[in-house]
């Protein structure tokens, strides 16, 4: 069952804000939960819709409170419902403005179904919560994995610490990249909001660590050909880059290009989103070593975890089999790297 709360002018109000002729906008739908008293996280949701044509949605899902044993008293549950449909509207009213509206949507039912459920239909939008920042062995929330488990366009990811940023936009968006296309199918909606925000979009490319078979002390040969290798990658790395900030030119936007040393990506993407002062992340939800059967690769799971500003995850739509910086490498055993297989 799904009930909603929204005001016809505020309706009226969003349909202004579509510019026509822009093509299609996309929306973002926060799911919240009652026990989050700190909503300034969503702004973040905000400027994203902005960047993207269109409007939020605080939604809350109400999960009937009973393990079936007993039926539920429809009296209190009504009484509960307008509760929370107050609360959920309150919470929307507050974050509405002239220039753009909030709305809100109280669904009824089990977390991850309804999420799923209702992204089903809203492929286009965006699904985000707000999450407390990962710690070793702590279960994530229930409206967390349904957010996750959706098949919505992109996932938004915001941590309850996340502030506004200080200088009042974004001075700095991430967009790690591996070679891959899916990797650069972030890169339109990153242009989006980096054009939006006035912020720099820094591509970021960590070279991978090349493997030397060691029996012992590695020699002087084994030395040299690991350093040879490390050159290589580097410079692979960077006519990368180079060949995907030109692409970006038209948009006239203020790029830069960074390659970071080989070793584990997915820390060295965290200690470079310190260093480098990054407001927020935009990443494909696979690189190389995605597949299709988790909701998200290694590398972004990582970066969920422990990244104390917002990610948003791109789902790409790309034929996998478009062409891939490292696409000629073929292998012979069982598994190749997803979207390099012919």
């Known amino acids: ?64 409170p009973h393990d079936g044993s007993k039926p539920v008293d429809p009296v209190d549950w009504d009484i509960r419902k307008q509760k929370t449909r107050n609360w959920l509207s309150g919470v929307a009213r507050a974050h509405s403005s002239k220039e753009r509206t909030t709305e809100a949507l109280l669904l009824e039912g089990q977390y991850i179904k309804q999420i799923a459920s209702h992204m089903a239909v809203r492929q286009g939008d965006i699904a985000a919560a707000l999450r407390v920042r990962g710690e070793e062995g702590k279960r994530l929330s229930d409206t967390v994995l349904g957010v996750l488990a959706s098949r919505s366009a992109a996932l938004l990811m915001i941590p309850v610490t996340a502030r506004e940023p200080k200088n009042g936009t974004y001075q700095k968006i991430l967009v790690p990249l591996d070679g891959s296309s899916r990797a650069e199918s972030a890169l339109p909606t990153a242009a989006k909001l980096a054009l939006a925000e006035g912020a720099e979009l820094l591509l970021c490319h960590v070279a991978p660590q090349p493997g030397v078979t060691e029996f012992g002390v590695m020699d002087q040969e084994a030395a040299r050909l690991s350093s040879q290798v490390t050159k290589r990658n580097t410079q692979l790395g960077q006519t990368h ?37 990054v407001d927020f992340v935009v990443m494909a939800t696979h690189g190389q070593s995605g597949h299709r059967d988790v909701p998200a690769g290694d590398v972004a799971s990582f970066i969920l975890d422990r990244a104390d500003i917002p990610v948003l995850m791109v789902r790409s739509k790309m034929n996998q089999s478009r062409d891939h910086a490292f696409g000629r490498v073929v292998s012979k055993g069982i598994r190749q790297p997803a979207g390099t297989d012919k």
């Open 1 to 64: 069952m799904t009930t909603t709360s929204r005001d016809p002018k505020q309706s009226m109000n969003t349909k202004k804000q579509r510019p026509e002729g822009s093509g299609p906008n996309c929306n973002v739908i926060v799911f919240l939960e009652e026990a989050q008293k700190d909503l300034e996280p969503v702004k973040h949701a905000d400027r994203v819709a902005a960047a993207l044509g269109g409007h939020v949605t605080l939604c809350h899902v109400m999960v009937p």
């Open 241 to 277: 880059l180079t060949k995907v900030k030109n692409s970006l030119a038209h948009h006239k936007l203020n790029i830069s290009t960074l390659i970071v040393p080989g070793g584990d990506a997915r820390r060295a993407l965290i200690d470079t989103i310190e260093k480098e002062a």
